[in-house]
């Protein structure tokens, strides 16, 4: 009876809850998915959850966060554009009593500023593209051209940082070129047409190693541009698992991926009910998978799994 009485009381208590989510925006499909997963997961366990889109731009995340601690939910989830600067407005909401869960970014901040922070381990992902590329290359002469992430952001520090020590030591491998393309598909084309162009129209260009998967997929698209092969002239690696670079990867256009789960949300509500229901305090770092895909891996079978699944 009393484990009933438990069971009824903590999942009243869930559903009374009100959570606010300060996104970032829809720079890229991983982030989309990561939108409706975090809807959904919110759905299922009767929490309210106001969602706030900040366009990119950390002025508007803090902002809404600003205004759910006016509001006085419950709890906050913010995925932060980047990692400084934020301070000032987790130490009001700790003033406010209201739990702050990071995901999918970190924050250059103390950390009893956050409950617990739900991410990947960056450095490892680029680590793992990295180490990919060794292999694949062997003792080749490499090229690489780099897109990175957003500027300022974990992801694309970290990432950058990985990769680089996954082919220190290889002197036959090196970084030629790299710029930012913001995480969009759009901007990764522009950013590889100038890559391209600047290298001899692509012969030069061995690889290219994207942060996330929709970059790589505008590469793709100014690589064939470009008359050249992605995929054989030009070796494709980049991060996220999304079901766009699968369908890449079947085309015999992207070589590598690092898979990002989209369901950062799951474990972080959990820890959160553990944490409103007996003070439970979940480790600071709850670290997702970072697991390596090629086309060897039944490409067309995760682009299917993957389909529907918030994408
Ligand atoms: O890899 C990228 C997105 O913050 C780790 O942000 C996340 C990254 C993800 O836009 O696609």
Redesign the pocket.
């Known amino acids: 009876a009393a484990s009933i009485a438990t069971a009824l009381s903590s999942s009243a208590m869930a559903a009374d809850m009100t959570i606010g989510f300060s996104q970032?925006?829809s720079?890229?499909?991983?982030?989309a998915a990561?939108t409706s997963v975090t809807k959904q997961q919110a759905e299922k366990r009767g929490i309210t959850l106001k969602f706030a889109d900040a366009q990119q731009k950390q002025e508007n995340q803090i902002k809404a966060i600003r205004g759910f601690i006016a509001q006085g939910v419950d709890a906050i989830l913010v995925?932060p554009v980047v990692a400084t600067g934020w301070d000032d407005v987790l130490t009001e909401a700790k003033e406010a009593k209201i739990p702050v869960i990071l995901?999918?970014?970190g924050v250059d901040a103390s950390q009893d500023l956050y409950l617990t922070s739900v991410?990947?381990d960056?450095v490892k992902?680029g680590k793992v593209a990295g180490d990919w590329l060794v292999g694949a290359v062997k003792d080749k002469d490499c090229k690489v051209v780099e897109l990175q992430?957003?500027v300022g952001?974990?992801?694309a520090i970290n990432?950058k940082k990985g990769f680089e020590e996954a082919i220190a030591g290889h002197n036959n491998i090196s970084i030629v070129r790299s710029q930012t393309g913001d995480?969009?598909r759009s901007k990764g084309k522009e950013v590889m047409e100038g890559f391209l162009k600047a290298e001899n129209g692509g012969k030069g260009i061995c690889a290219v190693y994207a942060?996330?998967?929709?970059?790589a997929v505008g590469a793709i698209q100014a690589i064939k541009d470009a008359g050249l092969k992605p995929g054989t002239d030009i070796l494709v690696v980049s991060?996220?698992g999304?079901p766009d670079i699968f369908a890449a990867m079947v085309a015999g256009e992207a070589n590598a991926t690092v898979e990002?789960t989209p369901n950062m949300a799951g474990p972080a509500l959990d820890a959160l009910a553990a944490y409103k229901k007996d003070g439970t305090v979940p480790p600071k770092f709850i670290i997702t998978e970072s697991k390596l895909y090629t086309p060897a891996d039944n490409p067309q079978g995760e682009y299917d799994a993957r389909k529907g699944l918030g994408y």
């Open positions: 970032i925006g720079e890229s499909g991983w982030r990561e995925a995901l999918d970014r991410a990947s960056q992902e992430g957003t952001s974990t992801p990432r995480f969009t942060h996330n998967d929709d970059m991060i996220d999304v990002l």
